[in-house]
């Protein structure tokens, strides 16, 4: 082909012809020439510019850094190079710092359960029931007033469109740019407030800055005199015993909680709250004295999805990103009897399956702690020759704010290392066959908490925690020889968030139940601390959080999964967890409660995101802010938005 194209005179056909060349030449360049491949000119870039040319890059780049290939089935090679290989090159350098980035992905699944009852009760506010009339018809009092049937729900829950898993992560980058950008103003704010010159685009910023020094000059003046309040110290505090080194606690201190007499609960008007339907990214949801509700998420599986389709599409990445020398958490986060435990193992009886080899497919109820190690095993053979990749497993729970080591029985004691919590007391396997993952698991079952509610006949009251650790050894010739990588995936099967009216938890079961309650809270004020880029990060407050601290910051990944019942008795704590989704992930794409965002719609409100940002720095930037953290930040994660939004507009058009 290539003796052909140069017989032909016209430079564009040459070009042309050489593009037949393409798949040869793409077996013996390294990475660094596909890159520049693709510079030579817009129409060489858009013949090359295919799946078949991205995936050659992910495996001559991952070859070159070292890194593990384990790309999902529903991802395409071109995002799974950018967000899956390309942040991790550093993993055997020293040359660059990784970013300090903190990723989350937030995804929803159902369990299966009894088919709902057609209702005529719904009661929705004036301007969702405008939205099922016809531009111009009027609606009497009346009619306001009546209730309503599943057709007119469903009707109103369907009329948004249903937007891709791709989309969906774009949309969340583009929040968490928002608040980089939010943060970088703020700090470029207070480096030198006195000194700065604002443009009319700060104005807004100069009036809030004036009005702050005016309040506290009046709070000064009016506090002239006076001596200010004794302030208790805060509960954490006290617990945590201070900042660094051992995280001790009273092993005889417990909380003490007092009877508080509630009053009588009231219906609100419309009925009780429902899941009305489910799509690829939205949960439709019906909520008693609100209306219609849609939470959006990057996936949401359905009560039919197999295990299998679970696992590659929450933890597979998260695997991946583990075995590329990150550290990484994947959690289960929902009411009692929803699917958690289910997720995470499997259902009863899994552990007792007859072992298999590592090359044989695991049983189809498998969950995902068996998948997870099952390809960490098969990736000490197959991530690269020139790596030596080792094993090993703990296994614990957290019982009101006490660790327990499964395997061992032990109390472990958890001590706050440079980079990642010490779990003194904490017995470490090597793992090297399935055979011995079982076994782990088996012992640690044995000694796990379970109690009886009303909910749940089985239900976990403690937080189980399964922490696969790597350790890989560079043997390559080079800067990289004998360089040593160490990472860590946190497992965790979270207690379950319950309602006491709805458990009716007493006694023992009572304090067990608030205990949980109150770790979850303070996991859910970390996220959003890292989530928001705040400069305080509450880990100190709970067990939980300081065990997972490692994979709850800095150059980490978290995936976590939102599991729910569809019963009707189950909408209210099933909505709460959803809520608790929807805040950690920063997806606030609602309009009057209903979704109306369109594809289209969701590239331009990117499209204005980045722009908003984007002015935001050249402001920063021409008063010489670029030296702050908080500006670098914001400027990488411009770059990765752009990057993405460009793919999404050449995949939009090349749909249509």
């Not at 439709?284 to 849609?294: D, F, M």
């Not at 809270?521 to 065990?547: D, F, G, W």
Request: charged fraction near 20%; proline fraction near 5%.
């Amino acid at each position: 082909a290539a003796a052909a194209a140069a017989t032909i005179v016209n430079p564009a056909d040459q070009h042309l012809a050489l593009f037949g060349c393409a798949p040869c030449i793409m077996e013996y360049v390294g990475w660094r020439d596909l890159v520049a491949w693709r510079a030579v000119c817009k129409e060489w870039r858009a013949q090359i510019d295919t799946d078949r040319w991205w995936r050659q890059m992910s495996v001559i780049f991952a070859t070159d850094c070292l890194l593990y290939v384990g790309k999902p089935r529903w991802l395409g090679w071109q995002p799974y190079f950018q967000e899956h290989l390309w942040p991790f090159r550093h993993k055997f350098s020293s040359d660059e710092a990784p970013p300090d980035d903190f990723q989350i992905t937030v995804s929803c699944r159902f369990r299966p359960g009894e088919p709902a009852e057609r209702r005529d009760d719904y009661f929705l506010p004036l301007h969702q029931r405008l939205k099922l009339r016809k531009p111009g018809e009027m609606i009497t009092f009346a009619e306001a007033e009546a209730g309503l049937g599943d057709a007119a729900i469903e009707t109103l829950t369907n009329s948004g469109e249903s937007l891709p898993s791709e989309l969906v992560r774009a949309l969340l980058d583009a929040a968490k740019l928002s608040h980089a950008a939010d943060r970088a103003q703020a700090d470029g704010a207070t480096h030198n407030p006195r000194a700065m010159v604002f443009d009319p685009a700060d104005q807004a910023l100069a009036d809030a800055l004036a009005r702050d020094d005016a309040a506290a000059a009046a709070a000064n003046v009016g506090a002239a005199g006076m001596a200010a309040p004794a302030m208790a110290p805060p509960l954490h505090a006290a617990a945590a015993g201070g900042g660094g080194g051992e995280v001790a606690q009273d092993p005889k201190w417990r909380p003490e909680f007092r009877e508080v007499a509630l009053p009588p609960s009231t219906s609100r008007r419309g009925g009780e709250s429902r899941i009305v339907s489910l799509s690829t990214s939205t949960v439709n949801t019906y909520i008693a004295g609100q209306g219609v509700r849609n939470f959006m998420f990057e996936s949401v599986l359905t009560p039919t999805e197999k295990q299998r389709a679970v696992y590659d599409r929450v933890a597979k990445p998260v695997v991946g990103a583990f075995l590329n020398g990150i550290d990484t958490c994947l959690m289960t986060y929902g009411q009692t009897g929803s699917g958690k435990t289910y997720t995470v193992f499997g259902p009863e009886g899994v552990l007792d399956e007859p072992e298999h080899p590592i090359s044989d497919e695991l049983p189809g109820q498998a969950g995902i702690v068996l998948r997870a190690c099952r390809e960490a095993l098969i990736a000490i053979h197959g991530i690269h020759k020139e790596v030596k990749l080792q094993l090993s497993v703990q296994y614990v729970q957290i019982y009101q704010e006490e660790v327990t080591d499964l395997i061992s029985g032990g109390v472990v004691i958890l001590r706050q290392g440079p980079h990642r919590a010490d779990l003194r007391g904490c017995s470490e396997h090597e793992i090297h066959t399935m055979s011995d993952v079982l076994h782990l698991l088996r012992i640690g079952e044995e000694r796990k908490v379970f109690a009886t509610t009303k909910m749940n006949n089985h239900s976990s009251r403690a937080h189980t925690i399964f922490l696969l650790s790597a350790s890989q050894i560079s043997t390559s010739p080079g800067e990289s020889s004998g360089r040593l990588c160490r990472s860590q995936l946190h497992l965790v099967d979270l207690a379950g968030c319950e309602q006491l009216k709805q458990s009716q938890a007493t006694g023992h079961n009572r304090r067990e139940a608030i205990g949980i309650n109150y770790s979850l809270m303070v996991l859910k004020k970390c996220i959003r601390a890292l989530v928001q880029s705040k400069p305080h990060v509450p880990y100190n407050e709970s067990k939980l959080t300081q065990l997972l601290r490692s994979s709850l910051g800095g150059q980490s990944m978290t995936s976590t999964v939102i599991t729910g019942a569809p019963e009707d008795k189950f909408a209210s704590q099933t909505i709460q967890a959803l809520r608790f989704g929807e805040a950690i992930a920063r997806v606030t794409n609602t309009i009057g409660g209903v979704t109306t965002l369109s594809a289209d719609e969701a590239l331009g409100q990117l499209a204005a995101s980045l722009d908003e940002c984007r002015h935001t720095l050249t402001s920063l930037a021409s008063r010489g802010m670029t030296h702050l953290e908080a500006y670098k930040k914001a400027e990488r994660l411009a770059r990765g938005l752009e990057q993405k939004l460009d793919s999404l507009q050449r995949l939009a058009t090349t749909t249509e």
